[in-house]
């Protein structure tokens, strides 16, 4: 019972320190009438309205099959969003096409995320029934992306998320921290690169008592090297950013219905490092980034003191 209740304590910090980003203000989500969850830690300002309790509560039976149509892997919320989903933000095809050699390479992508920060559901039924919303359909309402899994996703197990114009992190479990390297080519960006050396040279914590510890300083901002590293950047237009992306193994514990399950075994939890460019801004406020992944490994399992 210990870990399930330090993990949740965790996560619960999370969402505190999220609100506290230097300079960034965060908006507080209003939750749905019924919603089964109440606020995801990565953008939730009241932290009381976070559901803990479930992880806390909850243990999961490692010896039977859990089954919901919310847990389909083609149909629920933990999907792979198809063409038809995601057509809706199109990367533009002039775009698509300025950075075609780009992404040839191996690791490489191109996303657009919905400006629209009201989108962000605070349940897991993730669309929000307004009609500047409905469109978005997709897990994280197109607000939120993984560079693990290379598809938009829940907030809480994404690596990046544009929220109210500023990309900001902090998943389940997830130490993540990033910079502005300025107007600085993505094509030249490799891990010898200015502002590479804090991220190369991170260290992953061997305990849940280094990742608060941790935690509490991103939220701050730690500068480094004449860079400012921190969970939180303002989206600037022709910006390059690098990052990275921690996603401990571990357990989160959940229920759906009476249902408890662990939501990272629907989750690639590995340790990226990922440079990715501001290269489009629609007439909606869209912004369409194009990243690569520059190093991929297995994530550590955090350690969690009693």
């Known amino acids: 019972m210990w870990p399930s209740v330090f993990f949740a304590l965790i996560i619960l910090l999370n969402a505190t320190v999220m609100a506290q980003i230097s300079n960034i203000a965060t908006p507080t989500p209003t939750p749905r009438p019924g919603s089964r969850q109440a606020g995801q830690p990565a953008v939730a300002a009241d932290t009381e309205k976070f559901d803990q309790m479930r992880a806390i509560d909850q243990m999961v039976d490692r010896g039977r099959t859990v089954s919901h149509p ?6 629920g919320i933990y999907r792979r969003p198809g ?3 995601t057509s809706v933000l199109a990367v533009a095809e002039a775009v698509s096409a300025r950075y075609a050699a780009f992404l040839k390479q191996p690791n490489a992508g191109i996303v657009k995320l919905n400006a629209e920060s009201s989108c962000i559901s605070d349940a897991d039924a993730v669309v929000v029934a307004s009609e500047k919303c409905i469109a978005f359909k997709m897990p994280g309402s197109g607000a939120s992306y993984s560079f693990r899994t290379e598809s938009y996703r829940l907030p809480r197990l994404s690596d990046v998320i544009l929220l109210n114009g500023v990309f900001k992190t902090g998943g389940v479990l997830q130490q993540v921290v990033m910079t502005d390297i300025g107007d600085f080519p993505i094509e030249d960006v490799t891990l010898e690169s200015a502002g590479m050396k804090f991220l190369t040279n991170l260290k992953p914590v061997r305990d849940s008592d280094e990742f608060l510890q941790f935690d509490g300083e991103t939220a701050k901002g730690i500068e480094a090297n004449g860079f400012m590293y921190r969970k939180g950047h303002p989206v600037k237009e022709n910006a ?15 229920s759906i219905d009476g249902i408890s399950y662990d939501e990272l075994d629907f989750d690639k939890r590995r340790d990226v490092i990922v440079v990715f460019r501001v290269v489009d801004k629609d007439p909606a406020g869209n912004i369409t980034i194009l990243w690569r992944r520059l190093a991929d490994v297995e994530a550590p399992k955090l350690k969690v003191r009693k």
């Open 70 to 75: 919310l847990l389909d892997p083609k149909k």
């Open 83 to 85: 063409k038809e989903e």
């Open 240 to 254: 390059t950013f690098v990052l990275r992306s921690i996603a401990y193994r571990g357990t989160y514990v959940r």
